[in-house]
C-alpha cells in the first residue's frame, strides 16, 4: 500500500474545503456530501449520519439513480437513519435544512405549495427506502465496534503515548469519510472498524505496544476479530484511501 502517509493530509484538506453548490453538481456525485452536511445541520450523531448513508447505498444498490431525485432520497435517508438510531428528526426541520442547502442563504420554507411539494416527497421517498430495505432498520454499525476496539487499545498504551497520539479521532474521522463509498457495503462491521484503527496507526506512524514481538504483526487485532486476514485488512485500508482520490472538487 503506497502513499498511506498522505491520507492523513487529505483527510485534512477535504475538512477546509468551502461549501459546495448542490444546483450544479452532476448526477449523484455530491449526494453522500450533502447527507453529511444536513446531518451536521440537524444536530445528528455521526453514527446516524453515517447510517443514513448506509441506507442511500443500500437503497441505489437496488434502484436506479436516474429514477429518482437525489436529494429528496437523501433526505428521507436522513429521517429514516433518526428512527433506526432512536434519535427522531422533524419532517419540518429536514425539508428547511435540505432546502437551505441546496439553496444557500434562503430562509426556512413558509407554509406553502414549495414546502408541502417538498414534505410530500420526503414522506413518500422515506416509505419507498423503507419497503426497498424490507422495514429493516437494523444497520450494524462499525463505530460501536470501534469505540470498543479503542477503548480497549487505550489500556496497552502509556498514558502519554496514548495522548499525544490523535488515534481516536483519526480513526473515526476514516470511519466517517469511508461512508461516502458505497464500499463499505461489501464488508462487516468488525472488520471496517479494525481497518480504520490499523489505518490510523499507520498514518500516524504509531506501533501497537508489543507488536513487534508477535510472530504475525496483524495478530494485534486477532482479540478484536479472529476472522479478519491480513489481506482483507489491507483491502479496506485501501478502498477507504481510494474516498480522498474520487472525492468531487466543490463547484
Not at 449526494?31 to 449520519?49: D, M, R, S, Y
Not at 465496534?145 to 476514516?174: D, K, N
Given at each position: 500500500?503506497?502513499?498511506?502517509?498522505?491520507?492523513?493530509?487529505?483527510q485534512s484538506n477535504r475538512r477546509e474545503r468551502r461549501l459546495v453548490d448542490y444546483?450544479?453538481?452532476?448526477?449523484?456525485?455530491?449526494?453522500?456530501?450533502?447527507?453529511?452536511?444536513?446531518?451536521?445541520?440537524?444536530?445528528?450523531?455521526?453514527?446516524?449520519?453515517?447510517?443514513?448513508?448506509?441506507?442511500?447505498?443500500?437503497?441505489?444498490?437496488?434502484?436506479?439513480?436516474?429514477?429518482?431525485?437525489?436529494?429528496?432520497?437523501?433526505?428521507?435517508?436522513?429521517?429514516?437513519?433518526?428512527?433506526?438510531?432512536?434519535?427522531?428528526?422533524?419532517?419540518?426541520?429536514?425539508?428547511?435544512?435540505?432546502?437551505?442547502?441546496?439553496?444557500?442563504?434562503?430562509?426556512?420554507?413558509?407554509?406553502?405549495?414549495?414546502?408541502?411539494?417538498?414534505?410530500?416527497?420526503?414522506?413518500?421517498?422515506?416509505?419507498?427506502?423503507?419497503?426497498?430495505?424490507?422495514?429493516?432498520?437494523?444497520?450494524?454499525s462499525p463505530h460501536r465496534y470501534l469505540l470498543h476496539y479503542l477503548r480497549s487499545?487505550?489500556?496497552?498504551?502509556?498514558?502519554?503515548?496514548?495522548?499525544?497520539?490523535?488515534?481516536?479521532?483519526?480513526?473515526?474521522?476514516?470511519?466517517?469519510?469511508?461512508?461516502?463509498?458505497?464500499?463499505?457495503?461489501?464488508?462487516?462491521?468488525?472488520?471496517?472498524?479494525?481497518?480504520?484503527?490499523?489505518?490510523?496507526?499507520?498514518?500516524?506512524?504509531?506501533?501497537?505496544?508489543?507488536?513487534?514481538?508477535?510472530?504475525?504483526?496483524?495478530?494485534?487485532?486477532?482479540?478484536?476479530?479472529?476472522?479478519?486476514?491480513k489481506e482483507k485488512n489491507w483491502e479496506i485500508m485501501e478502498k477507504i484511501m481510494?474516498?480522498?482520490?474520487?472525492?468531487?472538487?466543490?463547484?
Amino acid at each position: 500500500m503506497k502513499d498511506v502517509i498522505d491520507v492523513m493530509a487529505l483527510q485534512s484538506n477535504r475538512r477546509e474545503r468551502r461549501l459546495v453548490d448542490y444546483r450544479g453538481g452532476p448526477g449523484h456525485s455530491l449526494a453522500t456530501n450533502f447527507i453529511f452536511e444536513c446531518g451536521i445541520k440537524l444536530g445528528l450523531q455521526p453514527a446516524t449520519v453515517a447510517t443514513a448513508a448506509i441506507f442511500y447505498h443500500k437503497f441505489f444498490k437496488e434502484a436506479d439513480k436516474n429514477d429518482y431525485d437525489c436529494y429528496v432520497i437523501c433526505t428521507s435517508c436522513l429521517c429514516a437513519a433518526g428512527k433506526s438510531r432512536d434519535e427522531p428528526v422533524r419532517l419540518r426541520d429536514a425539508v428547511n435544512v435540505a432546502h437551505n442547502s441546496i439553496n444557500r442563504g434562503a430562509g426556512p420554507l413558509e407554509l406553502g405549495e414549495e414546502y408541502w411539494s417538498w414534505r410530500g416527497a420526503v414522506a413518500q421517498a422515506e416509505l419507498l427506502v423503507l419497503r426497498l430495505l424490507g422495514f429493516n432498520l437494523d444497520a450494524p454499525s462499525p463505530h460501536r465496534y470501534l469505540l470498543h476496539y479503542l477503548r480497549s487499545l487505550q489500556e496497552w498504551f502509556p498514558a502519554s503515548q496514548w495522548r499525544s497520539a490523535p488515534i481516536a479521532r483519526t480513526a473515526m474521522g476514516f470511519l466517517q469519510d469511508f461512508h461516502h463509498s458505497s464500499s463499505i457495503l461489501e464488508y462487516r462491521a468488525p472488520h471496517i472498524a479494525v481497518a480504520c484503527l490499523t489505518l490510523a496507526l499507520h498514518v500516524l506512524g504509531v506501533s501497537v505496544p508489543l507488536a513487534a514481538t508477535l510472530d504475525d504483526d496483524a495478530a494485534w487485532y486477532s482479540v478484536f476479530t479472529k476472522d479478519l486476514q491480513k489481506e482483507k485488512n489491507w483491502e479496506i485500508m485501501e478502498k477507504i484511501m481510494q474516498v480522498y482520490s474520487k472525492e468531487p472538487e466543490p463547484i
